[in-house]
DNA sequence: ATTTAGCACTCTAAGTTCGAGAGTGCTAAA
DNA sequence: TTTAGCACTCTCGAACTTAGAGTGCTAAAT
C-alpha cells in the first residue's frame, strides 16, 4: 500500500520531531506544532495505519510514536529535506581544503575532524587499501654511520618509514645501487604482488648485500602483515556521543565505546555498508551486525579515478540528523575528491 | 601527632578495602576481615581519631569511612606495599621489547598500551618535546618527475616527511646539493635554533633554488608551530574507565572524556606533574588543576642520559590501585629507557 | 463517508512514605 | 583501656500514589 499524502505528512512530522527531541510524539503535538489543519483525532486515526503498516511504533500503549526502521528508511528515500548548510560551516569545510597539504592521510584526518565537528556525530574512518596501493617509490637513505632510513611511498601518498640498521662496510654509493634495484624491481607493485619469487631475483641480483636486503625486505613484509590487520580505523569525535539522550545509560555508553574499540569489527562494518554509491545510509537492523541495531551509519566514498581511497563513515543513533549529515559529507567528500585528483 | 601502630593499621584497612570495594567502610568490616585483634567499638574510636587528624572522611554520618588525599598519601609515601608482577604480566610487557623496533614513537605508543591493559587504566604519553630535540638528518628525495619528499629525522628518531612539488628546472643533482647545503647549516640545530639568520645564509648559499628553498623553509616553519601547539598527547585505554562505579554516573563520564579531549590542558598536567623523580604521584587535590580533584595521576619519565624523551601518565579515579600502577610503570620506563640508550 | 469531540482507560514518571540495614557515638561495665 | 550495649542517624530500595500524556473507541457533526 502506498502512503497517501496526509500520512506522509504525518510520518514526516513524527520523524522531524522525533530527531529534535527524542521523545515519542503524541497526535497533540503534531496537530498544535505542524499545521496539517485536522484534529489530533484524526491524526491518531491515521497513526494507528502508520503503525500497522510499519512505519511508527509504540514505546508502550499510552505513549506517543517513536518511527521505526521502515520509516526512516521511507523518510530518507523520500522525504528527505535536502539541507543547505550555513555560509559559516562551508567556510569551515573550505578552509581546510584551502591549506596546501600533500598527504592523503593527513588531509582524510582533518577532513574527518571537520565531519565530526559539524555533525556532532562520531566520525570514522579508513584509509586507503594497502592491498591494492602501488609503491611508487622505494629506497634507503643514510642518516647517520650506522642507521638509515628505508623510505616507502605509494602511488595514494601513504608514506611509511623505518629505522633500519646499516652494516658498517656498506657505503653511500652501495645505498644508492640497493635502492636503485629495489625500485627497478618493486616500483608499480601492489603490496600482495610483491611474492618471494621477486624477492628471489632481487637477492640473486646483489648477492652481495644480502645482509641488508634481508633487512629490508623483512620490513617489507611486516608491513604487508599490519595492512592485512585491518586496524586501520580511526574515530573522532566520540564523546560526543555521550551528550544523547540514548546514552545517558552508562551500559548503553560502555557498549558503543568498546564496540569503537574492536577495530576490525569497526574496518568490516565500514566495508560492508560501502556501496558503489556515493553516500550510503544504513539504519538500524538493516545493518548485517546486530551490535549496530541501535545506530545508524552513513557512509561516503573517497573514491579518484574508480580507486577507492578509503571511506568516511558517520556513527550515530538511529535517529540521527540525516539531511545534514548527508549534506555535509557530501560537501567534503566533494571537495576531498576534487583536491585529490590534483594532487594524486 | 604521629600515628601509633594500630592507627596505621586501621588506615590501612581502610584504604586497601576501599581501594578494592569504592564502598565506605565500616568498623565491623575492618574487625572481620583484617584481624588486628581489636573489637569494632575500639576500632570505630582509633577511626574517630583518624578523622580528626583528616586521613579519613565520612561520606554521611551513618556510613563507614573513606580515606581522604591526606590518607592516601600517607599511604603512598610510607604503607604501599611494592607489588610484584605476576610471570604472565612480566612476559607481557618484556615481548614489546623483544620485537625490534627503532622508532621512539611506536615504542612509545606500544608501551602505553601495554601499561593500560595491565593498570586498566587511561594512559597519556607525551613524546619527545621536539622543542629541544636535535636534527640529525634532513634531506630530499625524488620520488616523480614532480614529487618529492622532505624527509627529517631528530636525534630522538623522530621522522617527519612532507610530500613536496619539485620545481621542473631541477635535476636529481640539484637535489642532493640542496639536501646538502641544508644538512650543513641545519644538522645538530634544535628547532628552535633554526633562525631567519640561518635561514637567510641558505637562501643566500642558494638563490638560484629559491623557488624550492621557500616551499622547504615553509614547511620547517610549519612543523615548528605544530611544536609549539603541544597537542602531542596521546591518550590509550579511556573506556576502561566506565568499568570504574566512580563514572557510573554520565555526568561524570561526560566530564572525564572531555576532559581527555582537552589537548593542550593535558600537556599541561602532564607537564607540571613531571618531577625530576622518576615516579611522581598526585593525588586528587593535589592537583593544581582543579578539573583533576577527582583524579589521581602516576607519571613516569622517560629519560636517557638526562634528555627527558617523554612522560606516560596513569590517569585514574583517587581510589587507584597505586602499588599495582607504580610497579608496572617502574617496569615499563626501565625496559623503555634500557631499549632506548642502546637505540640512540 | 469522514472527521471530530468526548470519554474511559492505560501506562509512565516522579514523588512520597516507610522500614530494613549499616554504621555511628556515647555510656557504663569489664 | 577496651568492649558490650544501645539509642540514634542516615541511606537505599520497595511499595504505593498520583498527575499527566496519550490512546482507542463511540457517537455525534459535517
Keep these: 500500500m502506498m502512503l497517501d499524502e496526509r500520512k506522509i505528512k504525518i510520518l514526516a512530522a513524527v520523524i522531524h520531531d522525533y530527531i529534535a ?73 573550505r578552509r581546510i581544503f584551502n591549506k596546501r597539504v600533500n598527504e592523503l592521510e593527513q588531509l582524510v584526518r582533518e577532513a574527518a575532524r571537520v565531519i565530526s565537528t559539524l555533525t556532532s556525530y562520531t566520525t570514522l574512518t579508513i584509509g586507503p587499501q594497502l592491498k591494492t596501493s602501488r609503491l611508487k617509490h622505494i629506497n634507503v637513505n643514510r642518516i647517520d654511520e650506522t642507521k638509515g632510513l628505508l623510505l616507502m611511498v605509494t602511488n595514494y601518498g601513504t608514506v611509511s618509514h623505518n629505522i633500519i640498521e646499516i652494516p658498517q662496510n656498506l657505503n653511500d654509493s652501495d645505498l644508492v645501487r640497493i635502492s636503485n634495484v629495489l625500485n627497478a624491481n618493486l616500483q608499480g607493485k601492489t603490496l600482495v604482488e610483491i611474492t618471494s619469487d621477486i624477492i628471489d631475483s632481487i637477492k640473486n641480483e646483489m648477492i652481495e648485500y644480502d645482509e641488508i636486503l634481508n633487512i629490508l625486505l623483512e620490513i617489507l613484509l611486516e608491513n604487508l602483515d599490519d595492512v592485512d590487520e585491518s586496524g586501520n580505523v580511526v574515530s573522532t569525535g566520540s564523546s560526543k556521543m555521550l551528550d544523547y539522550p540514548e546514552f545517558q545509560d552508562v551500559e548503553k555508553a560502555k557498549n558503543f565505546f568498546s564496540l569503537l574499540e574492536q577495530n576490525d569489527l569497526m574496518t568490516k562494518v565500514l566495508k560492508t555498508s560501502m556501496k558503489p554509491d556515493s553516500i550510503n545510509i544504513t539504519i538500524g537492523s538493516e545493518n548485517p551486525f546486530i551490535e549496530f541495531q541501535d545506530f545508524s551509519i552513513v557512509t561516503s566514498n573517497i573514491r579518484v579515478d574508480d580507486k577507492d581511497l578509503g571511506v568516511f563513515g558517520i556513527l550515530g543513533p538511529t535517529r540521527m540528523e540525516y539531511s545534514r549529515v548527508v549534506s555535509i559529507l557530501e560537501q567534503v567528500t566533494n571537495y576531498l575528491t576534487k583536491t585529490l585528483s590534483t594532487m594524486l
Tied chains: 1, 2.
Design 21 to 93: 527531541t527524542a521523545e515519542p510524539i503524541g497526535s497533540r503535538t503534531i496537530a498544535r506544532k505542524y499545521r496539517i489543519g485536522i484534529s489530533p483525532a484524526t491524526i491518531r486515526n491515521e497513526m494507528a495505519d502508520l503503525e500497522e503498516l510499519g512505519y511508527l511504533s509504540q514505546p508502550h500503549t499510552s505513549a506517543g510514536r517513536v518511527p521505526s526502521h521502515k520509516g526512516y528508511r521511507f523518510y530518507v528515500d523520500f522525504l528527505m529535506p535536502v539541507k543547505k548548510l550555513s555560509d559559516t560551516e562551508q567556510a569551515l569545510i
